[in-house]
Nanobody
Framework: QVQLVESGGGLVQPGGSLRLSCAASGTIFSINAMGWYRQTPGKQRELVAEMPSVGSTNYADSVKGRFTISRDNAKNTVYLQMNSLKPEDTAVYYC?????????WGKGTLVTVSS
């Protein structure tokens, strides 16, 4: 099993920045990829950014050039640096970890972009 705990969400003004963190614990050696998804009411959860163990990172078109995903293996933590935030980035952001058997999810952290 893999446990994921997100932190770093909050209220920010348009144009501002936030950094989300996701600490992983458990059988993390089995993880093939980690990433961030987001969801707003009435919509499906969508990919924001993902970082596979092998290969290049992948970003949603809507966040390219503004968001950066990174990983600190020593701390078993993945980050999402979000810059130039827009009101449409408002959502609950979920950390995801995947192995060959299943996907694991955190409980989510709310990001609100509003003036």
């Amino acid at each position: 099993q893999v446990q994921l705990v997100e932190s770093g969400g909050g209220l920010v003004q348009p144009g501002g920045s936030l950094r989300l963190s996701c600490a992983a614990s458990g059988t993390i050696f089995s993880i093939n990829a980690m990433g961030w998804y987001r969801q707003t009411p009435g919509k499906q959860r969508e990919l924001v950014a993902e970082m596979p163990s092998v290969g290049s990172t992948n970003y949603a078109d809507s966040v390219k050039g503004r968001f950066t995903i990174s990983r600190d293996n020593a701390k078993n933590t993945v980050y999402l640096q979000m810059n130039s935030l827009k009101p449409e980035d408002t959502a609950v952001y979920y950390c995801n970890a995947a192995n060959n058997l299943k996907d694991y999810w955190g409980k989510g952290t709310l990001v609100t972009v509003s003036s």
